[in-house]
């Protein structure tokens, strides 16, 4: 009878210690009280479902590299290296997950690393892809199949995500039934391009915002001539202009699409648009493009442009804008962020503005691709715990939630733009838009919203409202500014860009599909054709270049590409 009143009890106590810790876990930290395992440590997942934010028992190390750029709040503790990102020591409490880096660079010098990885064999975990390295590393059968990794291991916020577009560019990913690639797609407006200038420079001479070429022309050469910042030196130029023609920032897309001309979506990505036959024709060797370089060599001979810009990586471009050596950059929603931000805190009286690119007889149109994904989070085959690629995405996304707001900030270390793999909701910055707004006109002093995207607006929301109190306590002014012009202000980046998409003024990008063979082959040598062609042409060569330009480009493999996206399209039509 002892011995059963014992058993009772100890059986009791059992029940109460579980009921205790599963209500435990449903209200605090999934992270930090969760001790489950992938299936590949023991047996116990056979019978109880993989948890995607379950901490390894032992400690699991994924390697990665990485190209980076500065952190962009200027909070950011000074010195912090990548390998000292605080992500990682959350990813480590949470998850038991050690990041160890093969190598980091400058992103500048990341192409040429990462080429060099490549032809070695020698490749990290986890792997951040374009669209050309994925095809090239699929082909060589070097990626893992992530199928029963992201069904076991994916949260329900990241299907969610996934699926938002139907599932589409999944399947983009996938290849005879393997799931190789995780796609970071978002919305694709968030590519479409600004000018942004600036709007005390154009009070100081008595200036408009230029609406069409001509004017832009006027304005450039009022800010080489005529001492906009007021300092009697002859210390400026006008537009901003990096070596590589197109990037990711920095670069002249938007004054290329100003003229009717659509050479490329950036990062070496040429442009396809229709034609009048309902075919897709390469925009980097349309007649548009002619007429743009022409305007840009006059610009370089008479300095509108840096004389040195062939010398400037993106870094030295901004170093330009930051130090108020240049007023106008085309670019993108997210300049404000950085690095208008550090131009704003080094210049009291620096102030920014976006507008809709100015174009031969008015605003013109920008380029907006289909899709856009840039790039892909892929894991090297070799890799022995592929499922920590879908646990870490799990857990930045995880971050976003209210209870962590107080803990990842930049002052503390956290870096996010270093963390890898990292996947957005794809509508991120118009649910930004949409809350932050909803909750100043509705003069709320906190934001309601309750879900992983809680953080990203009630930073935005913090910043918005400082900003426009002069609230300079917690963040500088270029700070709260950055934030709140880039993602929240009905004038500022996004805002601006809303505004374009909502009045048509776009033109698509019309292939979406992965590279072509011929892409993969021979699209680098194309585009150093093109970067050597074009440079040549706006420092002087005769625009007459741009023709032999054009037969190289047909004859060393552009005309098979033009074929194989024809065919690629045809395709898609009869879907």
Known sequence: MKNYKTMKMILLLSLSASAITACSSQGNDKGNTSTSKPSTENNQTEITPPDPFGKYAEPVTVTEVLGFNPPEDSRTPKGITPDQNAYFKDLKEMMNIDVKYKWTVPSSQFEQKFSLAMASGDLPDILELDPKNFEKLKKQDMLADLTEAYEQYASPTLKKYMESDGGFAMKTYNADGKQLAIPAFEDPFLSTQLLWIRKDWLDNLNLQAPTTIDELEKVAEAFVKNDPDQNKQNDTYGISLQKTLFFWGFDVRGLFNGFGAYPSIGDAQTAWIKNGEDKLIPGLIQPEVKTALSKLQSWYQNGILNKEFALKDENKAVEDLTSGKVGISY???????????????????????????????GPAKSLVPKIRAGK????????????????????????????????????NGYVYNW?????????????????????????????????????????????????????TKD????????????????????????????????????FYGLPTKTQVEKGAQLD?????SF??????????????????????????????VNAWYGEQAKN
């Open 475 to 510: 963040a500088s002014k270029g700070v709260n500014w950055g934030q709140y012009y880039s993602r929240a202000a009905k004038d500022g980046g996004w805002g601006t860009t809303r505004k374009i998409k909502e009045s048509g003024a776009f033109v698509n990008n019309e």
């Open 419 to 471: 963390f890898n793999p990292r996947i957005y909701n794809p509508a991120q910055i118009e649910t930004i838009y949409t809350e932050v707004n909803k909750a100043l006109d509705a003069k709320q002093t906190e934001i309601t919203l309750d879900d992983e995207n809680y953080k990203n607006v009630a930073d935005v929301f913090k910043a918005g409202t400082d900003f426009l109190a002069g609230n």
């Open 535 to 564: 440079t040549k042409i706006i420092m002087g060569a005769s625009i007459d270049e741009f023709d032999k330009f054009v037969a190289s480009w047909k004859s060393l493999g552009g005309d098979d590409i033009t074929a194989e």
């Open 376 to 411: 892909v989070f892929a894991v090297n085959k070799k890799a022995k715990n592929p499922e920590a690629a879908i646990k870490m995405i799990n857990f930045y996304i995880e971050m976003g939630n209210k209870q962590y707001l107080e803990k990842n900030k930049a002052e």
């Open 331 to 361: 670019g993108e929603w997210w300049y404000p962020n950085w690095p208008l931000n550090l131009n704003i805190d080094k210049d009291p009286k620096a102030e920014w503005i976006a507008v809709q690119i100015p174009g031969l007889d």
């Open 528 to 532: 150093k054709l093109m970067q050597e």
